[in-house]
Each structure stands twice: as structure tokens, then as C-alpha cells.
């Protein structure tokens, strides 16, 4: 017998919910009802439509009545969800007028209480108040008033703060971009007021929780995110990720503010963590505040020394009646204003003290600016305003709260706080209203007001009328016909999207989603301590996964590291040479040229840090490691190869030689190590070793060969016996600093006539398999010059191990030996020596061939050492089997080569000292960066000769790029 209609259903129904293709047979569908039926009759939970046609008919008028019923309710919701959209639109407007009279820059003063020790010294209180204006006492007969939209008086709670701020954070949710500041001197309570404690919780968690709120009363789905950041310095640092503690612990990605067409800005990489409840917004900003730099000063104890931002974007689709899509709250902790005359700062603390006046001045330049609606807003001249920038102006809501001392001591910062407010208030001032005008604005606010409160009423009872119709329709759709369908289209949503966790990194999306494991590791201890939020808010949980920061020891303050200056500087008691700034220089001159401002101020200081030789255990990490911390693949891959960690590692060395040596620059050979790096470790000894080379053709070929000792000062006698060489070159690195200058820099000739040898630098390099470039330029036609690298050390192990090779090779090219002359072909370009595999390749650039000269037969004690040429790429027919048969020739013994190369540096021709080029060339070389890295080069030099330090020397990221080149 055919199945009945509804088992035919059934047989699809269960085929697409298993996502089968084909169907099953109909006596499975049969026995599969029957068991259906069977569990029917023991209880009534499965509803199935009966075979039997009758109660078939009855069901189907069951369909049409709940289907009624449900399309009645739909209709209802429809109607129902039009008129909360007009209340939300109508309490928006209600709500904007209001904060329109009150104005969109409102300022409130917080005066500070009088804190248990001071009460008992000698202590008078300068200020009086009321509601809105503050008196101070400037002498018995004087005093001066200011006015405010609000004043809190000491006693005054954190709720009553919150009052002012609540509005705002309603507008926000109406897609208004908002700031609220906490300005003071230090020490006045501004970071009580936004972070609070946890009995007294302050305007940013309380903010946040409201937001969280009325989210969820609203009716329509809201995604917010979270990111911190501060500014410390000139600089940005964003406050949720795992900063550097070791050398080798990547560098965070550099922030930069961007501009869109619409005037938007933005912060690229800076990390954005969707939260989807107050608890992870408030975990985050726990662990942000962690983060801050923070230190203790004359004035405070614990004193902000950076400004720091809370952004809370908001984002809402299909919510017309919002301003726009996406909008942000800032919340901002601003760093203390300071005289320093007060405070007495100095070194870091005078610089962080500075910097933060500098920004503070800046704010208070634009506020008043927009205030009165000036044309031009002067953002541009502090980070902080360019980050505020589309959160400051038209159609933003900010607020500030000015804080101040009581106390008489502190009356200048008091008077200095107090006329930046008049300043952020000025747009009244001009205007200042009269008493009836007065009345009238604050009748329109009560009415105002009154009206928000009936509309948001209204819009309640309308709120819940559609959850009580929600529910209903539920109900009726899981007991209907068609319960498996979702009523999801109709169905209104109400509550907030529960989303996980996750980081959305601007534009680069490079931070990994997994971050927040990584989150707990805290800032690096520089001089500047760690804020401890609070009253520990951490949990036990989160303290496990969140470990506590250590400060380290001094002695061991790896990541920064202090050099005496002898300059004439009064207070520039400190100053270091930044691993962090060589990095992020490189970042910045990766995209110098994109329209970014980059937070990476050179202007102002940095935290600086030296990475010391013993923290580099592997030739990739460290600086590195963290220069591959670039967002764009392309950027990273030049990268990689601009700065290779031999590079990193010449310079971090060369800066702890210096580190050692406070007085560099007398003609000790201690001021000369400066440009002979050596190892750290003594492992080159003279002893005779055997190691196994892997060839480029897979051959494994053992080679005897001398290691030869490191240059190291203590050693020094008994090294220049042995190795003369290395002395002289030595020598005349400073003898003639002008020389090695000018054959450091101008020694790229792949464009050229001359031929340019790179050289492993087999001292380090060696073990580690880099390529360093050596700058031993030749000239085929008018001879060879040879110029030492600043670094140095690059030739020598080369010399034992494979120097026969390399020296045969400075002959090829100097046209010494008949076998190179033949072998290298005129329009040679570069010879990269490879000792670290034995292959040395020769570039042809204008065939763009490679010929790679195989030393796999070279012993280095020979005489007579055949050199085999293979052609590496596929242009292998460029050269013929014949050239190749010339290329075996003589050359000479190591210790012939050893008196030629150490004749070649101590007494070089003028001819070789001169760099071969023409004047085109010469222009070229001197242009750019080549043109900026050699007099940097020459400063640093000179400056390290007379003694003098780094800091004054415009030492910057630009200087350790130019060495990566
Ligand atoms: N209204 C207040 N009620 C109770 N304690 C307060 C109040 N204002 C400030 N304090 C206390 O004063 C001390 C200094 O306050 P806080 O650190 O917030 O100052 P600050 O302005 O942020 O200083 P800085 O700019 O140096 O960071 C803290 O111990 C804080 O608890």
C-alpha cells in the first residue's frame, strides 16, 4: 500500500535533518513510526501527525487557528516595534536638547577631601564652593570665583559623580562619539574618580555597567569592544598586551593613528576585545590599568605618569534613529599637571612631567578652540588630540573633571587647574547669561527632563509588551504544526548578543585571537613602577592565569641600560640606547612615507634598551624575532632582510662595549674593540678542529681547520703577536675613522664597474648561518679597496677556516692571480662568499645569473687549492665548461695572503681608499639614507672617541636602520 502523505514528509523530514541524499525505503519509514507511536501512547511530549485522514482534518483546523493567532500577534509585535522606535527616537532628541543646554563641553570641578595625615599638619583650606561655583582664597582680602556646570564637594560620593556622567553615556548609546577627562594635579583624585577602588567603584566600570544596561533594554543588538591604551612619553602603548619583560620577548606592534576620508580616526593595531557583558569589560580594564606606567613622585605616591584612554566602541546595525553605526566613548585618565618646580623632578620624571604638560596644554588649546568655534583646531600638536580628534568636535559629547587639592600648599596648581577649566568652559564666558536667561534655560532643562522620563516610561511599558508577545508567540510556536521552524525572523530580539571573546585587530588582524592566554605577561620594569589597581580586584583564578609582575633586579636590568653622559646637562641624569627604539624605528622606516603619524615620537625619549649578548641564545630571537613582528607580510620580508639578527646583534653589542667603557674614546685598544666585536664566548681556540660541511650538493665533506682565538682585551698582547692582522685592521679603523666612514657607506656597487665581495661574517656567523656584508669593495679596473667593517669582526674566522678561499677571491678580483681573472666575468656585479655551507656565488647582475664556486675540495693548509665554479640557476648555459676548467689556478699560501691583506690595511693606496665611482654615482650615494647613515656614523664615532654619550647625539631609530643597509 502507498505511504500516507504526512509519512511521506516524514521520510524527507528525517532525510534532510540527517542531510542524507537518498531516501529510505518506505517499510523503514513504516517500522519507524510505529516505534513513534508506540512512544506516543506512553506520554504525550511527541505530537505526530496520524495516518488517519479524520484526525488529519482535525489538526489542519488546529493549524488554521494557531496560525491566526500567531499572525495577530506578528502584527501586534510589527506595530509595537514602530512605536518603541519612535520613543528611542523621540528620547534621543529629547535627550540631545537637554545636553545641548547643558552643553556639549561641560566641566565639573572635584574638590578633593583632606586625606588622614594632612589633617594633622599645618593645613588651611583654600577653597569654598557651592553647587556651581568654587572660591579660592589668594590672600586674607582676595579671592577669585569660577564657575562650573557642577561642583562636588570633598564629601561627595562616586555616585553623585556618576549623575553627570550618566546622560552622556545614554547619548553614546544613541551613537554620539563621547570623552570624559579627569584633569587635576597629581595627586588630586582623578584616578579615585575613573578607576575608583572596589568598595568605591569610579566613572569608567560604572559607565561601563551602565552601557552593559541600557543595551540590553534597548531594542536592538549592540556589539561593543574594548581596547586601553596610553600614552606615555609622545608615545602610544596599547594596555592589553603582553608588553616585553625579556630581550627576547617579541616587541609589541607599533600604533599609529590614521585619518579616514570621513575624518574618522582610527589606531591601527591597536587591539580591539569584543565583550559581550560588563565582567569581561571590567576584567580587561583591570588588567589595562596593570599595565600603566606609573611611579612615585614628590606629590603622589603612585602617580600616573602617561595619559590613559579606555575606548568602548560601540556598534549597532539597522538602528536608523542612531547617529551612526559606530560610535566610541573615551574614557581618560589624564596624567598629573605638574610644576616642576614643585615637584622637583628630574631626568625621566622631569621628561614624563613635560611631556604630559605638553599634551594637557594642547587639550586645553582645543577645547577652547571648539568652544569658540574656531576654524582652526589646532589637533595636531599632541598625540592625545589627534587620537580625541573625531571624538572632540561637533556632534561629541565631552566631559571634564577638573580636580583639585584643598590645601593652601598647593593653591598655584590649584589656580593653574582652575583657569584650564574657565579655558574648557570659555564658550560661556564670552556670553555670560543673565539671571532670567538663566531661569528659562534651566525651566527648558526640567521640562526637558520630565519629558525624558515619560518617554522612557512609555517606551518600557512598550518593551514589555513586546517581551509578554514574545513569549507567547513562543509558546504557541513550539506546541504548533510547524515547531520545528523557527519563528526567528519575527521573533524580536531583545537581549544582548553573547559573543566569545575575541580581539579584532584594526586593518593587520595580526594579534593572535588566542591572545587573551597570553594577556597576564605585564610590563617590562623600566624606571617607571607598575600601578597596582586598586585594592587587588583579581581573583584567585585570574591571579593564576594573570601572574604577578617582579621587578627585577638592578643589577640585571637587561632592557635598559644606563650610560653616563658627560654633557652639560643638568638634569639628563639617564641616558640609554633603545633596543625597543631600533625596532620601532625600523617599523617606522618600513612605511616612513605613509600619511600615518606615527606614535613613535623621536622627539621625546623612549624607554631604551640594550639587548646584552647572553640573552641572544638563538640567532633569531631576540630583536629579530620581534622586527618579525611587522603586520604586512611584504614590510616583513624586507624587513627580514634589512635587518638580519647578525646586524641587530653588531649594534647591540657595539652598545654594550660602550655600556662597559664609560670613558670611550681614549686610544686604548678598549675604545678600539669598539670596532672589532668580539664574541662572547672563547671557543675559537687555536686548536685544530674537525667539521662536517654540507655542501649545496648534498655532499658532506669534512675539513680540518684552525678556529682562531677572539680578540679580547685582556688578551691583547698575546693576540697581536699572533695575529697581526687583526691589529692593523684595528688600527687603521682608528687611525683613519675618516676612511672607514667613507668605505662603510659607499660600497654598493651591484650597479657599478667594481665588484663587491659580501662575506659571512664567520665569527658569529658561523654557528648561526647569516649573511653579513662586509664592505670589501674591489675595482676591477683601477685596483682594490678594502674597507673594514664598522663592526669588524667579519673577516677573521673566514681567514683560518676559509680564508684561503675568500683571499683567493680578493686576488681574483684584484687581478692578482691568473685563475679569477678568468673565472669572473668583466660585468661581474657581487660575490657573495658563503663559508657557512663552503659555496661561494658570484651575482652577474646584468645576466642575473648566479655562479656558485664550490670550495668542497679546498683544504685551507694547501697551497694549491682548486676552486670549482658551478652555475647555480638556470641560466647555467651563460657559461661555458671551458670558463670553468680556467678557473682553477693558483693561490697563494694563508700566510702569503695573511702579509698581502694586513699590507692592504695598514698601508693602502689612495687609489684603494677611494671609492671607485663616478660622479653620478657619487651623488646617488650621498643621497638618502646612505647620506643620513654616514654622518650618523660619523657623529656617533667622533662622539664615542671625545667620551661624549649617545643620548645628545640624535641617536635614533633612523641611525639603526642605516646600519641594517
Ligand atoms: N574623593 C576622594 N575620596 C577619597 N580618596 C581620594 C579622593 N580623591 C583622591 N583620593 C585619594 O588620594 C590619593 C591620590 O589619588 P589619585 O591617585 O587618584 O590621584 P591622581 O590625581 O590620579 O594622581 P596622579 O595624577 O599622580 O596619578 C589616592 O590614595 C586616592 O585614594
Given at each position: 500500500m502507498e505511504?500516507?502523505?504526512?509519512?511521506?514528509?516524514?521520510?524527507?523530514?528525517?532525510?534532510?535533518l540527517?542531510?542524507?541524499?537518498a531516501?529510505f525505503?518506505?517499510?523503514?519509514?513504516?517500522?519507524v513510526c510505529?516505534i513513534?507511536?508506540?512512544?506516543r501512547?506512553?506520554?504525550?511530549?511527541?505530537?505526530?501527525?496520524?495516518?488517519?485522514?479524520?484526525?488529519?482534518?482535525?489538526?489542519?483546523n488546529?493549524?488554521?487557528?494557531?496560525?491566526g493567532?500567531?499572525?495577530?500577534i506578528?502584527?501586534e509585535?510589527?506595530a509595537?516595534?514602530?512605536?518603541?522606535?519612535?520613543?528611542?527616537?523621540?528620547?534621543?532628541?529629547?535627550?540631545?536638547?537637554?545636553?545641548?543646554?547643558?552643553g556639549?563641553i561641560?566641566?565639573?570641578?572635584?574638590?578633593?577631601?583632606?586625606?588622614v595625615?594632612e589633617s594633622?599638619?599645618?593645613?588651611?583650606p583654600?577653597?569654598?564652593?557651592?553647587?556651581s561655583?568654587v572660591?579660592?582664597?589668594l590672600?586674607d582680602n582676595?579671592s577669585?570665583?569660577?564657575s562650573?556646570?557642577?561642583?562636588?564637594?570633598?564629601?561627595s560620593s562616586?555616585?553623585?559623580?556618576?549623575?553627570?556622567?550618566?546622560?552622556v553615556?545614554?547619548?553614546?548609546?544613541?551613537?554620539?562619539?563621547?570623552?570624559?577627562?579627569?584633569?587635576?594635579?597629581?595627586g588630586t583624585?582623578k584616578?579615585?574618580?575613573m578607576?575608583?577602588?572596589?568598595d568605591f567603584?569610579?566613572?569608567?566600570?560604572?559607565?561601563?555597567?551602565?552601557?552593559?544596561?541600557?543595551?540590553?533594554?534597548?531594542n536592538?543588538?549592540?556589539?561593543?569592544?574594548?581596547?586601553m591604551l596610553?600614552?606615555y612619553?609622545?608615545?602610544?602603548?596599547d594596555?592589553?598586551?603582553?608588553?616585553p619583560?625579556?630581550?627576547?620577548?617579541?616587541?609589541?606592534?607599533?600604533?599609529?593613528?590614521?585619518?579616514?576620508?570621513?575624518?574618522?580616526i582610527?589606531?591601527?593595531?591597536l587591539?580591539?576585545?569584543?565583550?559581550s557583558?560588563?565582567?569581561?569589560?571590567?576584567?580587561l580594564y583591570?588588567?589595562?590599568?596593570?599595565?600603566?606606567?606609573?611611579?612615585?613622585?614628590?606629590?603622589?605616591?603612585?602617580?600616573?605618569r602617561?595619559?590613559s584612554?579606555?575606548?568602548?566602541?560601540i556598534?549597532?546595525?539597522?538602528?536608523p534613529?542612531r547617529?551612526?553605526?559606530?560610535n566610541?566613548?573615551?574614557?581618560?585618565?589624564?596624567?598629573?599637571?605638574?610644576r616642576v618646580?614643585?615637584?622637583?623632578?628630574w631626568?625621566?620624571?622631569f621628561?614624563?612631567?613635560?611631556?604630559?604638560?605638553?599634551?594637557?596644554?594642547?587639550?586645553?588649546d582645543?577645547i577652547?578652540?571648539?568652544q569658540?568655534?574656531?576654524?582652526?583646531?589646532?589637533?595636531r600638536?599632541?598625540?592625545?588630540?589627534?587620537?580625541?580628534?573625531?571624538?572632540?568636535?561637533?556632534g561629541s559629547?565631552?566631559?571634564m573633571?577638573?580636580?583639585?587639592?584643598p590645601?593652601?600648599?598647593d593653591?598655584?596648581?590649584?589656580i593653574c587647574?582652575?583657569?584650564?577649566?574657565t579655558?574648557?568652559?570659555?564658550i560661556?564666558?564670552g556670553?555670560?547669561?543673565?539671571?532670567?536667561k538663566?531661569?528659562?534655560?534651566e525651566d527648558?532643562?526640567?521640562?526637558l527632563?520630565?519629558?525624558m522620563?515619560?518617554?522612557?516610561?512609555e517606551?518600557?511599558?512598550?518593551?514589555?509588551n513586546?517581551?509578554?508577545?514574545?513569549?507567547?508567540?513562543?509558546?504557541?510556536?513550539?506546541?504548533?504544526?510547524?515547531?520545528?521552524q523557527q519563528?526567528?525572523?519575527?521573533?524580536?530580539?531583545?537581549?544582548?548578543?553573547?559573543?566569545?571573546?575575541e580581539?579584532?585587530?584594526?586593518?593587520?588582524?595580526?594579534?593572535?585571537?588566542?591572545?587573551?592566554?597570553q594577556?597576564p605577561?605585564?610590563?617590562?620594569?623600566?624606571?617607571?613602577?607598575?600601578?597596582?589597581?586598586?585594592?587587588d580586584?583579581?581573583?584567585?583564578?585570574?591571579?593564576h592565569?594573570?601572574?604577578?609582575?617582579?621587578?627585577?633586579?638592578v643589577?640585571?636590568?637587561?632592557?635598559?641600560v644606563?650610560?653616563?653622559?658627560?654633557g652639560?646637562?643638568?638634569?639628563s641624569?639617564?641616558?640609554?640606547?633603545s633596543r625597543s627604539s631600533?625596532?620601532l624605528?625600523?617599523?617606522?622606516?618600513?612605511?616612513?612615507?605613509i600619511?600615518?603619524?606615527y606614535?613613535?615620537d623621536?622627539s621625546?625619549?623612549d624607554?631604551?634598551?640594550?639587548?646584552?649578548?647572553e640573552?641572544?641564545?638563538?640567532?633569531?630571537?631576540?630583536?629579530?624575532?620581534?622586527?618579525?613582528?611587522?603586520?604586512?607580510?611584504e614590510y616583513?620580508?624586507?624587513?627580514k632582510?634589512?635587518c638580519?639578527?647578525?646586524?641587530?646583534m653588531?649594534?647591540?653589542?657595539?652598545?654594550h662595549?660602550h655600556?662597559?667603557?664609560?670613558?670611550?674614546?681614549?686610544?686604548?685598544?678598549?675604545?678600539?674593540?669598539?670596532?672589532a666585536?668580539?664574541t662572547?664566548?672563547?671557543?675559537?681556540?687555536?686548536?685544530?678542529q674537525?667539521?662536517e660541511?654540507?655542501?649545496?650538493?648534498?655532499?658532506?665533506?669534512?675539513c680540518?681547520?684552525?678556529?682562531?682565538?677572539i680578540f679580547?682585551?685582556?688578551?691583547?698582547e698575546?693576540?697581536v703577536?699572533?695575529e697581526?692582522?687583526?691589529?692593523?685592521?684595528?688600527e687603521?679603523?682608528?687611525?683613519?675613522?675618516q676612511?672607514?666612514?667613507e668605505?662603510?657607506l659607499?660600497?654598493d656597487?651591484?650597479?657599478?664597474?667594481?665588484c663587491?665581495?659580501?662575506?659571512?661574517?664567520g665569527?658569529?656567523?658561523?654557528?648561526?648561518?647569516?649573511?653579513?656584508?662586509?664592505?670589501?669593495?674591489?675595482?676591477?679596473?683601477?685596483g682594490t679597496?678594502?674597507?673594514?667593517?664598522?663592526?669588524?669582526?667579519?673577516f677573521?674566522?673566514?681567514?683560518d677556516?676559509n680564508?684561503?678561499?675568500?683571499?683567493?677571491?680578493?686576488?681574483?678580483v684584484?687581478g692578482?692571480?691568473?685563475c679569477?681573472d678568468?673565472f669572473?666575468?668583466?660585468?661581474?656585479?657581487c660575490?657573495?662568499?658563503?663559508?657557512?655551507d663552503?659555496?661561494?656565488?658570484?651575482?652577474n647582475?646584468?645576466?642575473?645569473?648566479?655562479v656558485?664556486?664550490?670550495s668542497?675540495?679546498?683544504?685551507?693548509?694547501?697551497?694549491?687549492?682548486p676552486?670549482v665554479?658551478?652555475?647555480?640557476?638556470?641560466k647555467?648555459?651563460?657559461?661555458?665548461?671551458?670558463?670553468r676548467?680556467s678557473m682553477?689556478?693558483?693561490?697563494?699560501?694563508?700566510?702569503?695572503?695573511?702579509?698581502?691583506?694586513?699590507?692592504l690595511?695598514?698601508?693602502?693606496?689612495?687609489?684603494?681608499?677611494?671609492?671607485p665611482?663616478?660622479?653620478?654615482?657619487?651623488y646617488?650615494q650621498?643621497?638618502?639614507i646612505?647620506?643620513?647613515?654616514?654622518?650618523?656614523i660619523?657623529?656617533?664615532?667622533?662622539?664615542?672617541?671625545?667620551?661624549l654619550g649617545?643620548?645628545k647625539?640624535g641617536?635614533?631609530?633612523?641611525?639603526?636602520?642605516g646600519l641594517?643597509?
Open positions: 505511504p500516507r502523505k504526512p509519512v511521506q514528509n516524514l521520510t524527507e523530514t528525517i532525510n534532510s540527517l542531510g542524507r541524499k531516501h525505503t518506505s517499510s523503514w519509514v513504516k517500522s510505529d513513534i507511536r508506540s512512544q501512547s506512553k506520554g504525550p511530549s511527541i505530537e505526530l501527525k496520524s495516518a488517519n485522514p479524520k484526525t488529519s482534518d482535525s489538526f489542519g488546529k493549524d488554521d487557528d494557531l496560525g493567532a500567531i499572525s495577530k506578528e502584527d509585535l510589527a509595537l516595534t514602530a512605536s518603541i522606535s519612535q520613543l528611542n527616537i523621540q528620547r534621543r532628541q529629547v535627550l540631545n536638547d537637554f545636553l545641548d543646554l547643558k556639549n561641560r566641566v565639573f570641578c572635584r574638590i578633593r577631601p583632606i586625606m595625615g594633622f599638619g599645618h593645613f588651611r583654600v577653597v569654598a564652593f557651592d553647587s561655583n572660591l579660592l582664597r590672600s582676595k577669585k570665583s569660577y562650573f556646570d557642577n561642583v562636588f564637594q570633598p564629601g562616586q555616585d553623585e559623580v556618576f549623575s553627570e556622567v550618566e546622560p553615556i545614554k547619548s553614546a548609546l544613541d551613537g554620539y562619539n563621547a570623552c570624559i577627562f579627569a584633569y587635576g594635579q597629581t583624585g584616578t579615585f574618580t578607576e575608583g577602588t572596589p567603584p569610579g566613572v569608567v566600570p560604572r559607565a561601563i555597567e551602565a552601557l552593559f544596561k541600557q543595551a540590553v533594554d534597548s536592538h543588538t549592540f556589539l561593543f569592544t574594548f581596547s596610553e600614552i612619553m609622545g608615545n602610544l602603548k594596555l592589553l598586551i603582553p608588553q619583560r625579556k630581550a627576547m620577548d617579541p616587541m609589541p606592534p607599533c600604533l599609529s593613528i590614521q585619518t579616514d576620508p570621513k575624518g574618522g582610527e589606531i591601527d593595531n587591539v580591539a576585545i569584543q565583550v557583558d560588563f565582567n569581561q569589560a571590567l576584567r583591570r588588567l589595562g590599568c596593570q599595565s600603566r606606567s606609573t611611579a612615585s613622585t614628590n606629590s603622589n605616591m603612585n602617580s600616573s602617561s595619559h584612554l579606555i575606548r568602548l566602541s556598534t549597532c546595525f539597522n538602528a534613529e547617529e551612526r553605526e559606530t566610541k566613548v573615551w574614557f581618560v585618565d589624564l596624567g598629573g599637571s605638574e618646580l614643585k615637584t622637583k623632578a631626568g625621566r620624571r621628561e614624563e612631567g613635560k611631556a604630559i604638560n605638553l599634551a594637557l596644554s594642547a587639550l586645553g582645543v577652547n578652540a571648539l569658540r568655534k574656531r576654524f582652526h583646531v589646532p589637533y600638536n599632541s598625540k592625545l588630540t589627534q587620537v580625541l580628534k573625531d571624538s572632540l568636535g561637533e559629547k565631552t566631559l573633571l577638573v580636580h583639585v587639592s590645601k593652601e600648599e593653591l598655584c596648581e590649584t587647574s582652575l583657569n584650564f577649566a579655558r574648557a568652559r570659555s560661556d564666558l556670553t555670560v547669561d543673565s539671571t532670567e538663566r531661569n528659562e534655560r527648558a532643562m526640567i521640562n527632563q520630565q519629558k522620563k515619560m518617554v522612557e516610561e517606551r518600557r511599558n512598550v518593551k514589555r513586546i517581551e509578554r508577545l514574545n513569549e507567547k508567540l513562543e509558546t504557541l510556536s513550539r506546541t504548533g504544526p510547524n515547531s520545528n519563528l526567528d525572523a519575527t521573533h524580536l530580539s531583545i537581549g544582548m548578543p553573547q559573543p566569545n571573546l580581539i579584532l585587530c584594526n586593518k593587520t588582524g595580526d594579534v593572535p585571537i588566542g591572545i587573551m592566554s594577556l605577561r605585564f610590563m617590562r620594569p623600566t624606571i617607571c613602577s607598575r600601578r597596582k589597581s586598586g585594592v580586584y583579581q581573583n584567585l583564578e585570574e591571579k592565569i594573570f601572574p604577578a609582575r617582579r621587578r627585577r633586579p643589577s640585571h636590568r637587561a632592557e635598559s644606563t650610560f653616563p653622559v658627560k652639560n646637562s643638568d638634569y641624569s639617564e641616558c640609554s640606547i631600533c625596532v624605528g625600523l617599523n617606522m622606516k618600513g612605511s616612513a612615507d600619511e600615518t603619524e606614535s613613535q623621536t621625546e625619549c624607554i631604551k634598551a640594550v639587548t646584552f649578548p640573552q641572544e641564545t638563538s640567532p633569531r630571537g631576540s630583536i629579530y624575532q620581534n622586527a618579525q613582528l611587522s603586520h604586512s607580510e616583513g620580508n624586507r624587513l632582510n634589512k638580519s639578527p647578525t646586524n641587530f653588531k649594534v647591540d653589542k657595539w652598545l662595549l655600556k662597559n667603557e664609560p670613558s670611550i674614546g681614549s686610544y686604548s685598544y678598549r675604545s678600539k674593540r669598539v670596532l666585536i668580539p662572547s664566548e672563547k671557543k675559537y681556540g687555536l686548536n685544530v674537525k667539521q660541511h654540507k655542501l649545496r650538493d648534498g655532499k658532506v665533506h669534512n680540518n681547520f684552525k678556529k682562531k682565538e679580547y682585551p685582556e688578551k691583547l698575546k693576540q703577536d699572533v697581526g692582522i687583526r691589529r692593523s685592521i684595528l687603521e679603523v682608528i687611525d683613519k675613522p676612511t672607514l666612514m668605505d662603510c659607499s660600497k656597487s651591484r650597479s657599478g664597474s667594481k663587491v665581495l659580501h662575506v659571512i661574517d665569527d658569529l656567523m658561523i654557528q648561526k648561518r647569516d649573511l653579513v656584508h662586509c664592505p670589501l669593495t674591489v675595482d676591477n679596473e683601477r679597496s678594502f674597507s673594514p667593517n664598522i663592526c669588524g669582526s667579519t677573521y674566522p673566514d681567514y677556516d680564508g684561503v678561499n675568500l683571499m683567493s677571491m680578493i686576488q681574483a684584484k692578482e692571480t691568473r679569477p678568468s669572473l666575468p668583466k660585468n661581474i656585479g660575490c657573495h662568499v658563503l663559508p657557512s663552503l659555496d661561494y656565488s658570484v651575482v647582475p646584468k645576466e642575473d645569473s648566479n656558485s664556486l664550490s668542497s675540495a679546498v683544504e685551507p693548509d694547501c697551497q694549491q687549492v676552486a665554479i658551478g652555475v647555480e640557476n638556470s647555467k648555459e651563460d657559461f661555458d665548461t671551458s670558463s676548467s682553477k689556478g693558483t693561490i697563494p699560501c694563508p700566510q702569503k695572503l695573511r702579509s698581502q691583506i694586513a699590507q690595511m695598514v698601508n693602502p693606496s689612495p687609489e684603494e681608499l677611494t671609492t665611482c663616478d660622479k653620478s654615482q657619487e646617488e650621498n643621497a638618502g646612505l647620506h643620513l647613515l654616514r654622518q650618523k660619523q657623529i656617533v664615532y667622533f662622539s664615542a672617541l671625545l667620551g649617545f643620548q647625539l641617536y635614533e631609530h633612523d641611525f639603526f636602520y641594517m643597509l
